[in-house]
T-cell receptor, first 113, second 114 residues
Framework: DQQVKQNSPSLSVQEGRISILNCDYT??????FLWYKKYPAEGPTFLIS?????DKNEDGRFTVFLNKSAKHLSLHIVPSQPGDSAVYFC????????????FGTGTRLKVLA | EPEVTQTPSHQVTQMGQEVILRCVPISNHLYFYWYRQILGQKVEFLVSFYNNEISEKSEIFDDQFSVERPDGSNFTLKIRSTKLEDSAMYFC????????????FGPGTRLTVT
């Protein structure tokens, strides 16, 4: 089951620069996408989401872009801070049924001071 | 801020034994989920629960698994006869309503089957 993929297992970025995390999906029926952040020994924490009727959603330093034709979404963090160092998961969901999440494999972001 | 809690944080059990993982979802939430993450793999959906019944379950959620909301606050996952491959991090999540997509996750229970 490879419906949601994050092809970069890790990413290192200098503090203050932009972090770009990518996610691809295969099922065109997904209509809601979310990004979660996870620190060690903690559960995933909701970060930002986007509906399939939009192509961009912004919340402070975090922006999610959705390209439906390419079945691709990305999370931009700017400026990156050392506290952003964590594993980032993208998740996809359907607006009907149980709203279960299909997660990607995660990208470990390290922000270097 | 309300949060989802899970107990225990770590459970070690022998193969063939029954385990119960406990979760207390956020109090006014209506939808409940269990996910698991085997070490090094992605977080996988196990089951969703609403209105005191299972609304969806994955292929992983076979007859060895069951869920219950025994008292209106706790939400439990029971594995009847654990196998080595059940070793994983188990996350409980809850969601407020049918117009809210965001799920709130607990810190997880690490289950180790020896």
């Amino acid at each position: 089951d490879q419906q949601v993929k994050q092809n970069s297992p890790s990413l290192s970025v200098q503090e203050g620069r932009i972090s770009i995390l990518n996610c691809d999906y295969t099922n065109s029926m997904f209509d809601y996408f979310l990004w979660y952040k996870k620190y060690p020994a903690e559960g995933p924490t909701f970060l930002i989401s986007i509906s399939s009727i939009k192509d961009k959603n912004e919340d402070g330093r975090f922006t999610v872009f959705l390209n439906k034709s390419a079945k691709h979404l990305s999370l931009h963090i700017v400026p990156s801070q050392p506290g952003d160092s964590a594993v980032y998961f993208c998740a996809a969901s359907f607006s009907s049924g149980t709203y279960k999440y299909i997660f990607g494999t995660g990208t470990r972001l390290k922000v270097l001071a | 801020e309300p949060e989802v809690t899970q107990t225990p944080s770590h459970q070690v059990t022998q193969m063939g034994q029954e385990v119960i993982l406990r979760c207390v979802p956020i109090s006014n939430h209506l939808y409940f989920y269990w996910y698991r993450q085997i070490l090094g793999q992605k977080v996988e959906f196990l089951v969703s629960f609403y209105n005191n019944e299972i609304s969806e379950k994955s292929e992983i959620f076979d007859d060895q698994f069951s869920v219950e909301r025994p008292d209106g606050s706790n939400f439990t996952l029971k594995i009847r006869s654990t196998k080595l491959e059940d070793s994983a991090m188990y996350f409980c999540a809850s969601r407020l309503s049918d117009i809210s997509y965001e799920q709130y996750f607990g810190p997880g229970t690490r289950l180790t089957v020896t």
